[in-house]
């Protein structure tokens, strides 16, 4: 089993800042590429950032300057700094990983309970 614990969420004001961290544990052989999603009330999960075992990051576009996602692999944990917030920003975000677990054929994605994070003045 694993298990993915997010962290870091909150109530900030419009051009703001918060730090998510996701830490995963269990019988990790291996993981390889990490991300953050969101969704908001009423839309679809929706990809924030990505980062591979290697460093390599992608982002939406409309996060593109103002958020970062980073990883340690030492702590199996994946961040995203998220600055210049906007409301628009405002859902639950949930970090993902693919995952090879001891005794297992292959990577598989697992996910993080989920953190709210909420932009309002």
């Known amino acids: 089993q694993v298990q993915l614990v997010e962290s870091g969420g909150g109530l900030v004001q419009p051009g703001g800042s918060l730090r998510l961290s996701c830490a995963a544990s269990?019988?990790?052989?291996?993981?390889?590429?990490m991300g953050w999603y969101r969704q908001a009330p009423g839309k679809q999960r929706e990809l924030v950032a990505t980062?591979?075992?290697?460093?390599?990051?992608n982002y939406v576009d409309s996060v593109k300057g103002r958020f970062t996602i980073s990883r340690d692999n030492a702590k199996n944990t994946v961040y995203l700094q998220m600055h210049s917030l906007k409301p628009e920003d405002t859902a639950v975000y949930y970090c993902?990983?693919?995952?090879?677990?001891?005794?297992?054929?292959?990577?598989?994605?697992?996910w993080g309970q989920g953190t709210q994070v909420t932009v309002s003045s």
């Open positions: 993902n990983a693919d995952i090879l677990l001891r005794l297992r054929l292959s990577y598989a994605p697992y």
């Open positions: 980062i591979t075992s290697g460093g390599n990051t």
């Open positions: 269990g019988s990790i052989v291996s993981i390889n590429a």
